[in-house]
């Protein structure tokens, strides 16, 4: 049976071919998301204007809203999915999509309604005024109105990883997002003329995510062997279990909103509009930058959970040091360009002349300790994988809100820094939360029991 050879690999195959299989299909997946989000603000930037590229930049937080509740629901279905293959529970298994599809319409709808009637007020929480301010709210409305879109797809992308079915997963989820790539400087020189080129941008955005919902739907009514769409309703069975493991994926979503709130909040603070503009630029680099480890983390997900349900304690050790060290040498790619050429990198979203050049030296700040994240990111899957969702959420706080926004509030004012505390503050929480994070897994698995349970 194909599962059953999925599972056999996921139990037996060796950790470091595992990873390769498992990462290189979900981190380049990941990268063409990651690529279509930042070629909004690229495209907008160099065919629109630096304004309305800030006013994405702004705007982008905000979508992380629908993205907390398919996060929630799918990585909360993905973890109990994949333990309940290591059980070989297939009566879990067949709940698992029905119940999905049932929450993510509920979400879908509140989420579509409370964000298109508080889009202005929700903006201004940010920060953002004048132009930036009126070209956000016309942008967010139209990405609003794609919630339940969105919301599905990504969210049962996330089962269809949990399964261990990575290239399957790669190959629905990068279509939608290759069709957005080619969709928006079209969308933009047809539509800028009549004053709606940044509004292209997300027209062509809401398109690809309904075409990427409608492939991800036939999927498992038609393709899907082991997963099925079958009788939709949510399961009170299965929701505690989800909801314990998908709230510290919700919160890595929404807290991301919070977060980067506060930092356009403060820079609007200390440098005006010119701060936003460029912490926008390198926020949107550096959630790419986040992308390809994410990538990584969806490929170690099913392996741990997996593992963990088979009780095989030892192996799911070897594989979060395989995983974490992958995710490190990855890293480079992206931080060896940022301190060797940042003003290059920030030209990419920003072509007004000088402003770039402004911002290299706070840049390279912010980037300094991105190298040291593969081992927070590995360690958040791990802990969601085997459903120890408070020590996830607790890693998720810290970096989010309990570190952070002190050291964003109170940096700027020592010394003098001024905005330079605010890029400070992002490097410094990472810094700090990587040890924290070392000891939370260190200890996690000296109580993980001596020895395992032989795999059937």
């Known amino acids: 049976m194909k599962q059953l050879d999925t599972r056999t690999k996921l139990l037996t195959q060796s950790p470091f071919s595992l990873m390769i299989e498992l990462s290189?299909?979900?981190?380049?997946?990941?990268?063409?998301?990651?690529?279509?989000?930042?070629?909004?603000?690229?495209?907008?930037?160099?065919?629109?204007?630096?304004?309305?590229?800030?006013?994405?930049?702004?705007?982008?937080?905000?979508?992380?809203?629908?993205?907390?509740?398919a996060a929630m629901i799918g990585v909360g279905s993905a973890s109990v999915l994949s333990r309940a293959i290591g059980k070989k529970d297939k009566d879990t298994v067949k709940k698992i999509m029905g119940n999905l599809v049932a929450m993510i319409a509920i979400l879908s709808l509140i989420y579509t309604i409370v964000g298109t009637i508080f889009t202005r007020p929700l903006l201004l929480l940010a920060g953002a005024k004048g132009d930036l301010l009126n070209y956000a709210e016309r942008y967010l409305r139209i990405i609003?109105?794609?919630?339940?879109?969105?919301?599905?797809?990504?969210?049962?992308?996330?089962?269809?990883?949990?399964?261990?079915?990575?290239?399957?997963?790669?190959?629905?989820?990068?279509?939608g997002a290759i069709l957005n790539i080619l969709l928006d400087p079209i969308f933009i020189m047809v539509l800028k003329p009549f004053g709606l080129g940044m509004e292209a941008a997300?027209?062509?955005?809401?398109?690809?995510?309904?075409?990427?919902a409608i492939i991800?739907?036939?999927?498992?009514?038609?393709?899907?062997?082991?997963?099925?769409?079958?009788?939709?309703?949510?399961?009170?069975?299965?929701?505690?279990?989800?909801?314990?493991?998908?709230?510290?994926?919700?919160?890595?979503q929404v807290l991301?909103?919070?977060?980067?709130?506060?930092?356009?909040?403060?820079?609007?603070?200390?440098?005006?509009?010119?701060?936003?503009?460029?912490?926008?630029?390198?926020l949107r680099f550096w959630n790419f930058a986040f992308v390809p480890l994410w990538g990584i983390s969806q490929g170690f997900q099913p392996?741990?959970?997996?593992?963990?349900?088979?009780?095989?304690?030892?192996?799911?050790?070897?594989?979060?040091?395989?995983?974490?060290?992958?995710?490190?040498?990855?890293?480079?790619?992206?931080?060896?360009?940022?301190e060797l050429f940042p003003e290059k990198v920030l030209s990419m979203f920003i072509t007004t002349p000088g402003v770039a050049a402004s911002g290299t030296t706070n840049f390279r700040i912010m980037f300094s300790t991105y190298i040291l994240q593969g081992s927070f990111i590995i360690a958040v899957t791990l802990f969601q994988s085997i459903g120890k969702a408070k020590k996830a959420t607790w890693l998720v706080l810290l970096r989010q809100i309990i570190l952070f926004i002190p050291l964003a509030i109170l940096l700027p004012k020592v010394s003098g820094m001024g905005i330079c505390g605010v890029w400070l503050a992002i490097a410094l929480t990472d810094a700090i939360l990587v040890v924290i994070t070392a000891t939370m897994t260190t200890t996690e698995f000296r109580h993980f029991p001596k020895n395992s349970i032989c795999k059937q």
């Open 303 to 338: 392996a741990a959970g997996t593992n963990f349900g088979a009780k095989d304690y030892n192996r799911v050790k070897k594989l979060t040091y395989t995983f974490i060290t992958a995710a490190t040498v990855l890293s480079l790619l992206f931080f060896i360009p940022v």
């Open 216 to 252: 991800t739907w036939w999927y498992f009514k038609n393709k899907s062997v082991y997963v099925k769409i079958e009788k939709i309703k949510v399961d009170s069975s299965l929701m505690p279990q989800i909801l314990s493991v998908g709230i510290s994926a919700l919160l890595m």
């Open 256 to 282: 991301t909103l919070v977060q980067q709130t506060v930092i356009f909040r403060v820079a609007s603070s200390y440098g005006g509009e010119t701060a936003q503009i460029l912490l926008g630029a390198a």
């Open 202 to 212: 997300a027209y062509a955005t809401v398109f690809s995510q309904f075409v990427q």
């Open 144 to 175: 609003f109105t794609g919630s339940l879109f969105v919301n599905f797809f990504q969210s049962a992308n996330m089962v269809i990883r949990g399964e261990g079915q990575l290239k399957k997963a790669m190959s629905i989820i990068s279509s």
């Open 24 to 69: 290189i299909p979900a981190v380049l997946g990941m990268v063409v998301v990651g690529l279509y989000n930042m070629m909004d603000s690229i495209f907008v930037g160099q065919m629109v204007g630096a304004a309305q590229m800030g006013a994405i930049s702004v705007s982008y937080p905000f979508t992380l809203i629908n993205a907390g509740s």
